[in-house]
């Protein structure tokens, strides 16, 4: 696995700023995040698979994981164009995906695993959307498994983050809107090595079972 100490430094530190801003911004609007399993998570580089039901979960990501890690997020104009917020995509080397053709996504998905296999975690939402955009019903709507090819080529784990009722602290589907206070729960699951166990894996089975474990686990806290 290739390494740059001076990248790895710079990575560390721009890391180290999102990762208190984004704790203090939840703080102050009284979004509690309450982590569960994060001592399940490897050392290694990893592939976090997550849930996406509201527009501040990537706050709550970057506030739980807790090492660098980029993100994979859809190639819409509004993010390239934002003060500020497309430059930290840029620094923390973030992954736009255009989600309507497909040679490009492919592009975007090697160039994720290439960050992976250069030492950094990435983390992707599978469903592509938020989920109640997709399906005002579902607890997690269906994903899309070409996601996860990132780790079949980077050979590397994935490991399931599911937050937990994190739906109603944001009012909007734009990145302007109402923030509500709320008691939100982020839970790793056990790592997956069935793909590199098993690369003729299809990678919609493993969609399937990773969604289907999501949802149950929010079923669960549901019910406390």
Request: proline letters at 5%; glycine letters at 4%; one cysteine or more.
């Amino acid at each position: 696995m290739k390494k740059n100490s001076s990248r790895d430094d710079s990575y560390k530190s721009i890391f180290n700023f999102l990762y208190n801003h984004t704790r203090k911004s939840l703080n102050l609007v009284n979004i509690n995040v309450s982590v569960v399993g994060k001592e399940k998570i490897p050392k290694i580089p990893v592939l976090f698979v997550v849930n996406h039901s509201s527009m501040l979960d990537s706050f709550i990501l970057m506030s739980s994981v807790g090492r660098p890690i980029g993100c994979v997020i859809a190639d819409e104009p509004i993010w390239k164009s934002m003060p500020i917020i497309s430059d930290i995509l840029k620094a923390i080397r973030c992954v736009y995906i255009n989600r309507e053709n497909n040679r490009e996504g492919i592009k975007s998905i090697n160039q994720a695993s290439e960050n992976i296999l250069s030492g950094l975690s990435m983390a992707v939402f599978p469903e592509g959307d938020l989920t109640w955009v997709k399906d005002p019903n579902a607890l997690v709507s269906n994903f899309r498994s070409g996601a996860l090819k990132i780790a079949y080529k980077a050979k590397c784990p994935i490991v399931p983050m599911v937050i937990k009722n994190s739906k109603n602290t944001y009012e909007g589907y734009q990145p302007i809107g109402k923030i509500n206070s709320a008691n939100v729960e982020v839970e790793f699951l056990d790592p997956i090595y069935d793909h590199i166990e098993n690369p003729k894996l299809r990678s919609t089975i493993l969609a399937e079972n990773i969604k289907n474990n999501m949802i149950e686990k929010m079923k669960f806290f549901n019910k406390k």
